[in-house]
């Protein structure tokens, strides 16, 4: 990717559409009048549902996120306008089209998969665009779109590498049926199946107390793994019902905070994976960021997490020769270029011990996996 500009302008941030101007107390880096929406100038435009009554909550929590980076790094050499959209495919394609016309040259968004499938089959893509999401497995992507999110399906194989390490063979995966489980399987069992003489299974989770007592007798053995595709109250209800010799592995579903010791001590043993916002406050990044407030879910925490790793990506893809040069310890995780088109998170390696967090002193490589 060429550098895409050189000069100097004043970034200023405006809620395309909006009767008012954003809010901000960085009054370095923000400008207080309202640019009007059919103004021209080259900028960098962030799509976001912020219309959305689905995702609007989401979106408006990635944004102040992305904001809150604003001020706290470099100013950029471009105008920042953000435009808002709801989840509807058609109106994410009419609102990347409105950032082209008036000037944007480079784009952060959909964050929808639905938005960017629909931009990825589009043929519109026309400037660099960093997607905050996925489309659909079975499609390819143009070369101007990047992709970069908090997709769990690269933690499942991440996991399943973190997995090798215990030198077994065999995996028991255990999921609910559910679209996201049934990702996650998915992806863990594409990784932990490219290792030659590595094998498999998938059990269906079920709220039986006679289906479940057979897990205890079903998971022993000394070349055994367990993978939960489940999230927290289900992994806490499985766990009593596993083997205790045999290793467990889930995903960042399993912590949803450190305040519930009582429900952290079911989940004893687990190794998981999660970004350094949540699990490690010493990182220097999270430092610089963390503030008084974190009333927040974990789930609201990652997306605001995600909101500043998005804008540093940004910032960096504007600098950078190539997305290959690129890598940098987000507030999300280790973020680097895995071609064709990818910014992997490698996100932090823990487990739970009596009740409370443990960092492991392990490294991930990841994996890039066929979609």
């Keep these: 990717m060429q550098r895409l500009f050189t000069f100097a302008l004043v ?6 559409g909006s009767m008012h101007a954003f809010p901000t107390h960085a009054d370095e880096y923000f400008a207080h009048e309202h640019i009007p929406a059919v103004s021209t100038v080259p ?3 962030l799509i976001l549902p912020l219309q959305s009554p689905t995702f609007g909550q989401a979106a408006e929590i990635v944004k102040e996120g992305f904001v809150a980076a604003t001020m706290r790094e470099q100013p950029l050499p471009l105008t920042i306008r953000i435009y808002s959209a709801t989840d509807d495919p058609l109106d994410v394609l009419i ?15 959909p964050l929808t998969r639905n938005g960017v499938s629909a931009l990825a089959s589009s043929h519109v893509v026309e400037v660099p665009t960093l997607a905050l999401n996925v489309g659909n497995s079975d499609m390819g992507y143009p070369s101007n779109l990047y992709l970069f999110g908090l997709q769990m399906e690269n933690e499942a194989n991440q996991i399943a590498e973190l997995a090798m390490a215990e030198n077994k063979r065999h995996a028991i995966i255990i999921n609910d049926g559910r679209p996201l489980s049934l990702r996650l399987k998915t992806a863990f069992s594409a990784r932990w199946l490219a290792e030659y003489g590595n094998t498999a299974e998938s059990v269906q989770y079920e709220n039986d107390p006679e ?12 070349n055994n793994i367990i993978f939960l595709a489940v999230d927290a109250e289900k992994s806490r209800l499985i766990r009593s019902y596993l083997n205790p010799t045999t290793p467990v592995y889930a995903t960042s579903q399993l912590f949803v905070n450190h305040d519930d010791s009582l429900f952290n001590n079911d989940l004893n043993g687990i190794r998981f994976m999660d970004m350094p916002w949540l699990i490690q406050p010493d990182h220097p990044g999270v430092m610089a960021y963390r503030t008084a407030d974190q009333s927040r879910s974990a789930d609201m925490e990652r ?11 940004m ?14 310890d987000g507030v ?9 088109n990818q910014y992997i998170r490698e996100p932090v390696a823990a487990k739970f011990d009596k009740g409370k967090v443990m960092l492991l002193n392990t490294h991930i490589q990841p994996w890039s996996y066929e979609r």
């Design 303 to 313: 997306l605001y997490a995600l909101g500043i790793d998005a804008f540093r990506l």
């Design 315 to 328: 910032a960096l893809m504007l600098e950078a020769q190539t997305a290959q040069e690129i890598a940098f």
């Design 11 to 16: 970034v200023i941030v405006t809620l395309y």
């Design 43 to 45: 900028h960098i435009a």
């Design 95 to 109: 609102t990347y089209h409105q950032a082209l016309d008036a000037g944007a040259v480079l784009i952060v968004g």
């Design 332 to 340: 999300t995780g280790f973020i680097r270029f895995i071609p064709p």
């Design 211 to 222: 289906v479940l007592t057979q897990l205890r007798a079903h998971t022993r053995g000394e």
